[in-house]
């Protein structure tokens, strides 16, 4: 797999989605179940709570959420603030806590709350007569003049994944003719002078780089859609939490904060 940053996400979701998760949260603290694959994960119960400070994970929602998401933006994290601890800020804090040396379990505890409190990198300002100021562009790597034209390019990829709304899927289609899933994919980004990789697994392990935060154009990566190893689907993610894909009923838009794609999520790549 590229070595290239760790991908998160989600944004906002439905404010049914909220009413259904905020009790079950709020009541079962202690149920928390660290991620399986994470070595540094940790279990957590109610003893282990500091009652003085917020105590969050994910599916928590509120103002000590949007609280905990500004002060990560602060320090160079992208994550939206919404007030909503989903996919994104759960790994925004895995990101910081890597950082900081701490346990990578995505959950804002003490020593994460600490941390936050101690880091004093926001006080400081680079010394003019031998730093340069930041760079401010996307991940910090691109000059603006660069960002203008990934943001061209970008605009580009979106409109070719809309002009083929509605084309039917054929297995192993490469064109406006019919597409399979990659198939979609490859054509997209052949219109727009990018060689993938054929197949999600191989897009997903060698191509673009994994980034921090979504941005129109980005490829949108999820697992176990059906019986195959690896990533199994992907989309071209064109904002407001839309992506373009092609699925059994041919080349349509979808929301990628539903249940169904949310559950099968993995992460996101650039390919520009």
Known sequence: MSNGKTRMLFLSSSLVTAVMFTPMWSENV???????????????????????????LKHDQGSDVEQLQSDLGDRGYNVQVDGIFGPETENAVKAYQSDQGLDRDGVAGS?????????????????????????????????????????????????????????????????????????????????NGIDVSRTHAEMWENDGEHVTSMSIGDVVFFEGTYDTTGASHSGIYIGDNQMIHAGSEGVVQADITSDYWQDHFIGFKTMQ
């Open 111 to 191: 020593n994460t709350y600490q941390a936050l409190a101690s880091d004093e990198t926001l006080d400081e300002e680079p010394d003019t007569a031998t730093d340069e100021a930041p760079d401010t562009s996307r991940n910090g790597e691109l000059s603006n003049e660069n960002l203008e034209n990934q943001d061209s390019s970008a605009s580009e990829i979106a409109a070719t994944a809309e002009s083929v709304l509605g084309t039917p899927y054929v297995w192993g289609g490469t064109t406006p003719d019919g597409f399979d899933s990659s198939g979609f994919i490859n054509y997209v980004f052949d219109q």
């Open 30 to 56: 202690s149920a928390y179940a660290p991620d399986e694959d994470d070595p540094n994960a940790q279990d957590y119960t109610e003893e282990d709570m500091d009652n003085s400070q917020p105590y969050l």
